[in-house]
C-alpha cells in the first residue's frame, strides 16, 4: 500500500474486537516508532505494553476522554526522558504518529488518550502510580489498539489552498 494511502485512511479507533491480536503485532507498531526522526537523533522514548485488565481499567479513569481505553486489549504507554532531548514532546509526537500508522497498515486499531498535558501533572501522576512509572520519564499517552470494531464517519479534513497560506 501507498503511504500517502495509509496516511489518509488511518482513523483513530475506539473500539476494539474481543479478539486479542498477537503480541509480536503490538511490538512492530513499537519497533516502527523507533524509527521516527527526532531532534538531534535523541530517541528519547519508552514504552510499556499493558495487558492487564485490572490496569487497563485504572488507566482509563486518567481523564474523560480516556474511557475508551477500557475495551482495548492492550494500551501502549508513551514515555519520555525529557532530559535526553531539547524537543522531547515533538519527537514523540513523531514516534506516536509513527506507531498509528504502521498499526493501520498491519489492519489494528488505535488512539491516542492523551495523558501529557501543558499544566497540570494530575494524569501523568495517575498512570505513573498505577504503572509504577520511573520518575525520570514523562509520560505522554495511553494508546489503545487492537483489532478495530468500529468505521469512523468521514472526517473533514482542511483544504490545500487553506492550508498554503503563501507561496513565496
Ligand atoms: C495530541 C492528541 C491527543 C489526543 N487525545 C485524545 C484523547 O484523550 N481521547 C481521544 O478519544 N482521542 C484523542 N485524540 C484523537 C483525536 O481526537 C483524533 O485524532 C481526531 O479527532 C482526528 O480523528 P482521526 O484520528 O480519526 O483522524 C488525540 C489526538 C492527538 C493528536
Redesign the pocket.
Known sequence: MDIFDIIKNR??I?KYKDEIPPEDLIKKCIEAALYAPSARNSQPWYFIIVKEKDKIAQLSKA?P??K?LEGAPYVIVALADEKKSNHWLEDMGCAIMALLLEAHSIGLGA????IYHPDSMERENHVRQVLDVPKNLRIIACIGIGYPDET?SS?KIKSLDEAIIKIV
Open positions: 482513523r483513530s475506539r481523564q476522554y480516556t475508551f488512539c491516542w488518550g492523551a469512523p472526517k
